[in-house]
């Protein structure tokens, strides 16, 4: 009887041990016994024809087309992996990164951007902090404001259309904001007469010229004449070629003049543009020098007096309004247009 006792209460320590240890499928459980981590992978769409991967660190963007906009970070499909993503591939066959796709990726160190791709979206890439260069392709021929924004380790970054248009100041490429105006220590890469020139020279930013600049567009025409001289002894056939050669070349692009109160020469006359010319009122007025340049000067000096100052600011919000309201009432420019 005891026999039969201690044999029941072995049999129940055993099961009470079984039940108590984990269950492991044996499916994840390698020769070796130790169990392994699978790799996270995730994907979905991110436009009408667009598509998104996620795997190890690396977002891919794949399919035809635009991408989707987004209002905000919080929105993008891939936002619990935010943190996570250190590169960005972006296809061939994308022809927009949306705006705010890659904003707050912290972790962002590399970015793939294909030819065709024509924009980058409002604040596609803002506060992406670990990011340190982006190479534009020549297709590139928008970049939005705040696109590349408090990046902070940004250094470098080259711009190969020399038509891109830059929307926005210095918000747009900056590695921080001090009193309202972005800053960069970075270098913008371009050609010479190039909008990226101009844009960097603007920002009061730090610009280099491509290793080689676009080619020339050359064009030869040859033409052969022939003359023949006939008697009636005798016949001589003389035979001149002349060789024409016309050479064109490609001019850099005319800057045109901004207008009168768009500032950031971003094509809109707004409270952006009145934002900018209060801080520079602040900044002399504080008896700083100033970051404006000749061409914002001008465009800043509404009434003509050589003076930036809230008078102007005023202006260019009244203007603003007049546009808003579908141009009723008097133009408050009109008093100041040569």
Known sequence: MRKIISAAAAAAVCLSAATAMPSVSAGTVPAGGIISENKVTDSGKCGPNATWNYEGG????TGTGNMSNYETNQYVPWLKY????TNVVISQGITNIGASAFAGCSAL??????????????????????LVSVDLPDTLSK??????????????????????????????????INGGTGRYSGVIYGYCGSTAETFASDCQYRFELIGSQPPKTTTTTTTATTTSTSTTTSTTTVTTTTFVTTVTTTAPPVIKERAMGDVNNDGFIDAVDASA???EYASLSGGGSGSF??????????????????????NILAYYAYLSSGKEGEDPFAPYRK
Do not use: E, H, W
Not at 58 to 61: D, F, P, Q, V
Not at 298 to 310: E, F
């Open 143 to 176: 970049i939005s404001r705040n696109a590349f924004n408090q990046c902070t380790s940004l250094a470098s970054v080259t711009v190969r259309n020399k038509d891109c248009q830059f929307v926005g100041y210095n918000d747009t490429i900056c590695n921080n």
């Open 109 to 130: 160190r590399t970015i793939t951007i294909p030819s065709g791709v024509t924009t980058i979206g409002l604040g596609a890439f803002q506060k992406a902090t670990s």
């Open 58 to 61: 690396t977002l891919t963007i």
């Open 277 to 279: 010319v209060l801080a």
């Open 293 to 314: 340049t000749d061409a914002m000067k001008k465009a800043a000096d509404i009434d003509g007096n050589g003076i930036t100052d809230a008078v102007d600011a005023s």
């Open 82 to 85: 935010k943190d996570q993503i």
